[in-house]
């Protein structure tokens, strides 16, 4: 038995070709190139509308990859962790976060994120696919319009001149800057909001940002660049959450976070060092009219597929 198992050896080493190729050679460490400028756009642009950089990367890394809905939607969650990690910093830097705000919305989000994680697992590629291109076409005039949906107080001047009861950078009433915890209401309103987002980002993989951003300009009181920056924090928890769910659901593909990190990290902090002094209305048109585009296209994608 022992020299017939060493004769297979041999004739298995000796065989043209060499061993036998993996079936899918991007799923362990192949061509991974575009994974990088992939990342580098999705965390500039993102970091400049305050949305994080999953509306981009989900359908480029699924046409580069050929990935599954599922697979696009998880990996998505950690280049969004890099983008907004990256942008937060240079925002909290320039003093336009709001610390206890941004806590909030993450503890409801990152609770609800590894649900919403089990949620998306349990549907099918065709149903993963149709609310994916719904959620793009709901977000694109929701990203257009978000100034006169939720119009945020804007003076930056009044950040400059510190927190004050009337609203300045701290936050709701400037009290967050200083360390006191916003009224009870306040809080539930925080929490809630993060308990939905945290929903929508662990099932889709995108939409956090744009609904954090627009939920928190809702509440009042809070400066657009401060919004931008506490969304950005918020962010990271419900992100890391979702992401370790579809790991251990087997969705995530690992070989490819690294690229897109690194790509959405550089990406984001060039962004948002220019964004914390530059205005971004034409940038926000052009990427809903983007956005809306994917949408179109995704849905289309999706109404073909056989209904099984």
Not at 73 to 99: I, K, R
Not at 110 to 120: S, V, Y
Not at 151 to 173: I, V, Y
Request: net charge positive; aromatic share 4%.
């Amino acid at each position: 038995l022992g020299l017939r198992v060493a004769r297979r050896a041999l004739a298995s080493a000796a065989a043209p070709g060499g061993p036998p190729q993996s079936p899918n050679p991007l799923r362990y460490g192949g061509p991974i190139l575009p994974a990088l400028p992939i990342g580098v756009v999705s965390g500039a642009v993102g970091s400049a509308v305050g949305i994080g950089g999953a509306l981009v990367a989900v359908p480029t890394t699924m046409h580069a990859y050929h990935l599954r809905q599922l697979q696009a939607n998880s990996t998505a969650l950690l280049l969004n962790v890099a983008t907004c990690a990256s942008g937060a910093l240079v925002f909290a830097s320039a003093g336009h976060v709001d610390p206890i705000a941004g806590c909030l919305v993450a503890s409801g989000a990152t609770a609800t994120a590894g649900p919403g994680a089990r949620l998306a697992h349990a549907m099918r590629e065709r149903t993963q696919r149709l609310v994916f291109a719904s959620a793009l076409l709901a977000l694109a005039p929701v990203i257009a319009l978000k100034p006169v949906i939720a119009p945020a107080n804007d003076d930056e001047a009044k950040e400059d001149e510190g927190p004050t009861h009337a609203g300045g950078g701290g936050g709701w009433n400037g009290s967050s800057a200083l360390g006191i915890m916003p009224p009870a209401e306040k809080v539930a309103y925080y929490v809630g909001l993060g308990a939905a987002v945290g929903v929508a980002s662990g099932a889709l993989g995108i939409g956090a940002g744009t609904m954090m951003s627009v939920g928190l300009a809702l509440a009042g009181g809070m400066p657009h660049k401060t919004m931008l920056g506490t969304s950005m924090v918020a962010q990271i928890g419900p992100g890391l959450a979702g992401a370790w769910a579809h790991a251990r659901l087997g969705n995530l593909r690992v070989d490819l976070v690294p690229a897109l990190a690194a790509g959405a990290t550089i990406g984001s902090f060039i962004t948002s060092e220019a964004a914390v002094d530059a205005p971004e209305e034409g940038l926000r048109a052009a990427f809903a009219a983007f956005v809306a585009g994917l949408g179109m296209h995704a849905l289309w994608g999706a109404l073909r597929m056989p209904k099984v």
